[in-house]
Every structure is written in structure tokens, then in C-alpha cells.
């Protein structure tokens, strides 16, 4: 007898002449658990929302079950868990309405599209909401989060959904990690400690292909197992995760409170010791700020072109330069780090100027002062969160905005350049820093919160061991200059005109070649 394909791909995926269980062990332990509260810590793509889909099916449908409410991260998990929801439905053959769609309204103004199946039996709904509604009360029945380590507000969720426990119904709380400190894994060790009743369901990947993962994908793609086959496509899918494995598929959260940067890190990218970069630090008193604006810009520019114009002209005039800037106006410093870029493609820190306590004029003045003298200058990018919008939109009007982008620094932000900065420093592509403990603790100041790179909230340090406090100043501009140096900027040049005094002789003679003007001319 001739077996198809499917059969033929069971066969050898299960060798036992009984067929295949549909849920794999770790899936029928899930469901099994009939616990209040219930949380799954797992792998990534092991199938567990499939099975909870068939949980749900039987809850909503049989005589006195419960509706369910559907919570998941995105529209597309949403949609994907309410598909799952009417294939059993199909697959019990029980009465079910078709796929509605709706919309929920998130306190009362937040639409929010939703996924609805009906049981005219039980009289009872699934309901799939694509996004965190922040409305939960009032509602009644089984509360399903999905991806819960990644909602914007997961504690508002958990508070809400445990009001489903009095009334006898039940909360499942199902995530990957996303980092140590986040409040899903908090939950967990709760649990764990006694602390909060519940259970907890750990599912890494290991677990998952010792049920039988791997043999679940060659019956869907109709392959032949092997153990030579699982091996390898175990190994690939480590491969695929990389340094993120240990929190993907193992189950491991990662530490989101630790520096980023470690320390034997920044030390190895300083300068030699014994040799001197040029940190430029000002502070200007309170009562500065009181003085009529034309005095303060004199006073500004004799400070510029005593200290700040001298390090400027010890730059390489034949290498491309950059530079990032950190905002702050009163508490913390602004910062700017300028970076240069060597024949090695090397990015190297040249130069840092910071100051305290500058007015908003006054800023402009020093950044065009910078700008206007930085050699072969190529591109710059300035905090433009808060107050600093306002200094970088000057520069990107006076260099242009190609040339200076005007940072929004956001998680995105951060999660998408902050590890490119820190592959930087691993590689030395980005080096030189300047050896000094302030520059040094701002870089360290740098965290891993909620699984996201950035500067936290709080203060760092005190700046000279004075009042004022460093916000890791120094290590945002060192990674805004960065980020510059890496944007892709048509590099613009131009030859100036002669200056009066060198276009005119003792006699009054005009000393421009006549012929040689004509000739530009006609180029044009």
C-alpha cells in the first residue's frame, strides 16, 4: 500500500505504529495545568499559543465555561491566535460563528481593532485584541497575555486580570524573557518565592526538542527524521540567535540592570597613559545669565578664541571630522565630543568641550564657532530631545540639514545604534578616548533597562565633586558622534573668495587674473 506524503512523513518522524499525539509534552503539561494563575517562561516559536488556542476553544464553548480575552503585543499575533482558535474549532467540530471583526475602545478613546469568535451554544466569545487595553475591568472570563514581557504596561495588566480570580475564572500569563528586571520576570520569581500563588511552566528549547519539536516540523513539511538532521537544524537555529540565545530559547533573562560597557572595555579604547587629549571644561556662574546678551558673546568669544580656537587648529586639516552633542542647559552638562576619522578608517576622539550652565545664545555661538573650524567637517548629530530641539534645529539650519541630524533619543533609537557604538569600542574602530574618570563613569553610566541599552533616569555623578550633577554627558556625545561618522552625508566643499585686503595692491590695483576669472566664468 502506497502511503502519502503526510503518512509517510509520520511514519518516519514517529517510527511507532500508534500515531502522534497532537499536542507534544510540554504542550499537554500547559494545558493540563489547571491552575488560577498560570505563567509559561519559554522559547521562542515552540507552539505554545497553538495550544493554548485549543484550551481556550474548549473554555469558551462547552455549558457554563467562561469567555476569553485575548491580549497579545501585535495585530498579527492576535490575528494568528484567533485563526488557531477557529482551526480546533473546526477540528471538535463544534458550532462556532465565523471571525468577526470590531473595534474596542482603550479608555474610552483608543480604538483598538479586535477579533471575535461566538459560541451560540455556551453563549460565551473569544475575544483577540491586538494591542494593551488598559480597560480590563469590568469584563468577565479567562485572561490570556501573550508576549507579556513586551506590553507597555504590564503591571496595569496584571492588576486588572487578577480581579478574574475572584469570580473563579483564570489568568495565563505567557513571554519570552526581556531582560532580568523586567516585571514579567519578576512575576515569576514571586511565584517561585511564595510570595504570589500560581504556577510557573519553564519551556527552553532543549526541553521543546526532546518532546519532539524537531519531529513536529518534518510531519508539517513532510521530511524524514533523523537524529543527523535534528542535530543540525538545532545547531542552525542557535547560530541564527547568536549571542541572544541564552535569553531566546534558553530561557535565560538577561541581566537588565548591569552596565553595558564593561569596564575593562572603556579603559582599553583610552588613550596611553601619559598622553594628553584636550578636555575643555567651563562653567559659567548664575550671574552670567543676568548680563545683557552683547556682553555675554564677547565674553563667549574671547573664551573661544582663547582656549576653545587653538585645540581646533592642532586637528589633521586633511582628515574628515564629526562631532555629537548631549543637550542640558542648567543641571547637567553639554557636551561635545568631536571624533576624526583616519587613513585606517579608525574613528578616534580628538577633542571634548563641555559647559555648564550656558545660555541657550550662547550655546548657538560655540557650536557655529565649532563648526565653522572643524576640518573637512562631515556630518554631526545633537540631542534634539527637550530643550536641546531648539540649539539642534540652529545647527541644521546653519550647516545644513543633511549635515546635522536632530536626535530624538527614544528606546528605538538606542535599541537600533547603541549595540553598533558598543561593537565599535569591541573592535577598536572607535578609540583614543580620552583617560579621564568623569568620561570614563558616563560610559559606564550607560545600562541595559528593560532589555534596552540607554541612560536611565537618575543622576551618575558629581562633576568636580561640586553641586552640579553629570548625566553620562560625555558617553551620549561620544555615541552621537558616532552614530554622525556613520551616516552616509554627501560631503560638500568649497573654495572661498579672496579676502579684500588680498585682492587689491598698495596701488589700488586689482590683483585678480582678469583672464582666469573669464575662464571660471565660462565654466559656469
Known amino acids: 500500500?502506497?502511503?502519502?506524503?503526510?503518512?509517510?512523513?509520520?511514519?518516519?518522524?514517529?517510527?511507532?505504529?500508534?500515531?502522534?499525539?497532537?499536542?507534544?509534552?510540554?504542550?499537554?503539561?500547559?494545558?493540563?495545568?489547571?491552575?488560577?494563575?498560570?505563567?509559561?517562561?519559554?522559547?521562542?516559536?515552540?507552539?505554545?499559543?497553538?495550544?493554548?488556542?485549543?484550551?481556550?476553544?474548549?473554555?469558551?464553548?462547552?455549558?457554563?465555561?467562561?469567555?476569553?480575552?485575548?491580549?497579545?503585543?501585535?495585530?498579527?499575533?492576535?490575528?494568528?491566535?484567533?485563526e488557531a482558535c477557529a482551526m480546533w474549532a473546526r477540528a471538535y467540530d463544534l458550532a462556532a460563528g465565523e471571525v468577526e471583526e470590531g473595534i474596542f475602545l482603550d479608555d474610552g478613546d483608543k480604538e483598538i481593532k479586535t477579533?471575535?469568535?461566538?459560541?451560540?451554544?455556551?453563549?460565551?466569545?473569544?475575544?483577540?485584541?491586538?494591542?494593551?487595553?488598559?480597560?480590563?475591568?469590568?469584563?468577565?472570563?479567562?485572561?490570556?497575555?501573550?508576549?507579556?514581557?513586551?506590553?507597555?504596561?504590564?503591571?496595569?495588566?496584571?492588576?486588572?486580570?487578577?480581579?478574574?480570580?475572584?469570580?473563579?475564572?483564570?489568568?495565563?500569563?505567557?513571554?519570552?524573557?526581556?531582560?532580568?528586571?523586567?516585571?514579567?520576570?519578576?512575576?515569576?520569581?514571586?511565584?517561585?518565592?511564595?510570595?504570589?500563588?500560581?504556577?510557573?511552566?519553564?519551556?527552553?528549547?532543549g526541553d521543546a526538542v526532546a518532546d519532539g519539536l524537531f519531529r513536529r516540523v518534518c510531519m508539517r513539511k513532510s521530511r524524514p527524521w533523523s537524529q543527523e538532521a535534528e542535530d543540525a537544524w538545532v545547531a542552525d537555529v542557535r547560530d541564527f540567535y547568536g549571542d541572544d540565545a541564552a535569553e531566546e530559547l534558553d530561557v535565560v533573562p538577561a541581566k537588565g540592570g548591569g552596565v553595558y560597557l564593561p569596564l575593562a572595555l572603556v579603559e582599553a579604547r583610552m588613550t596611553p597613559v601619559g598622553s594628553d587629549q584636550p578636555i575643555i571644561r567651563q562653567r559659567w556662574p548664575d550671574e552670567f545669565g543676568l548680563l545683557p546678551e552683547p556682553v555675554r558673546a564677547a565674553e563667549v568669544d574671547a573664551w573661544l578664541q582663547e582656549v576653545v580656537a587653538p585645540e581646533l587648529a592642532k586637528l589633521d586639516k586633511n582628515r574628515r571630522h564629526g562631532f555629537g552633542q548631549d543637550f542640558a542647559r542648567v543641571g547637567d552638562l553639554s557636551v561635545v565630543a568631536v571624533l576624526e576619522e583616519g587613513t585606517d578608517l579608525v574613528e578616534r576622539s580628538r577633542l571634548v568641550i563641555e559647559i555648564g550652565n550656558c545660555p541657550f545664545a550662547q550655546q548657538r555661538q560655540i557650536v557655529k564657532f565649532i563648526g565653522e573650524r572643524l576640518p573637512r567637517f562631515y556630518s554631526a548629530a545633537m540631542d534634539a530631545t527637550g530643550n536641546g530641539a531648539d540649539l539642534a534645529e540652529f545647527a541644521a539650519d546653519t550647516f545644513g540639514h543633511s549635515r546635522v541630524e536632530q536626535v530624538k533619543l527614544s528606546d528605538a533609537f538606542y535599541l537600533a545604534n547603541m549595540p553598533r557604538f558598543k561593537a565599535a569600542l569591541e573592535d577598536a574602530t572607535l578609540d583614543n578616548l580620552p583617560r579621564d574618570d568623569q568620561c570614563r563613569d558616563d560610559l559606564r553610566a550607560i545600562k541595559k533597562i528593560d532589555g534596552v541599552p540607554k541612560l536611565g533616569r537618575a543622576k551618575t555623578q558629581a562633576a568636580d565633586g561640586k553641586k552640579v550633577q553629570r548625566?553620562?554627558?560625555?558617553?551620549?556625545?561620544?555615541?552621537?558622534?558616532?552614530?554622525?561618522?556613520?551616516?552616509?552625508?554627501?560631503?560638500?566643499d568649497y573654495t572661498p573668495a579672496p579676502s579684500s585686503a588680498a585682492r587689491w595692491d598698495g596701488a589700488g590695483n586689482d590683483d585678480i587674473d582678469a583672464d582666469a576669472l573669464a575662464g571660471a566664468a565660462g565654466a559656469w
Open 1 to 82: 500500500m502506497k502511503l502519502n506524503p503526510l503518512a509517510s512523513a509520520l511514519s518516519a518522524a514517529f517510527p511507532d505504529d500508534a500515531p502522534p499525539p497532537v499536542l507534544l509534552g510540554y504542550q499537554q503539561r500547559w494545558v493540563a495545568d489547571d491552575s488560577p494563575l498560570k505563567v509559561a517562561e519559554k522559547s521562542r516559536r515552540i507552539g505554545l499559543t497553538w495550544a493554548e488556542a485549543a484550551d481556550n476553544v474548549l473554555i469558551a464553548s462547552e455549558e457554563g465555561g467562561s469567555n476569553v480575552f485575548y491580549i497579545s503585543a501585535t495585530q498579527d499575533m492576535a490575528l494568528e491566535y484567533i
Open 115 to 205: 477579533y471575535r469568535i461566538d459560541f451560540p451554544k455556551s453563549g460565551k466569545r473569544i475575544v483577540a485584541l491586538s494591542s494593551r487595553p488598559a480597560n480590563l475591568r469590568g469584563k468577565q472570563g479567562v485572561i490570556v497575555i501573550d508576549e507579556a514581557a513586551f506590553a507597555p504596561d504590564l503591571p496595569g495588566l496584571i492588576k486588572a486580570a487578577m480581579a478574574m480570580l475572584m469570580w473563579g475564572d483564570k489568568v495565563r500569563i505567557i513571554s519570552t524573557h526581556n531582560g532580568e528586571d523586567n516585571v514579567f520576570n519578576e512575576l515569576i520569581n514571586e511565584i517561585r518565592a511564595g510570595k504570589r500563588k500560581g504556577s510557573v511552566h519553564r519551556i527552553a528549547f
Open 471 to 492: 548625566h553620562g554627558d560625555f558617553g551620549i556625545a561620544l555615541f552621537l558622534a558616532h552614530y554622525a561618522m556613520k551616516r552616509d552625508v554627501a560631503p560638500i
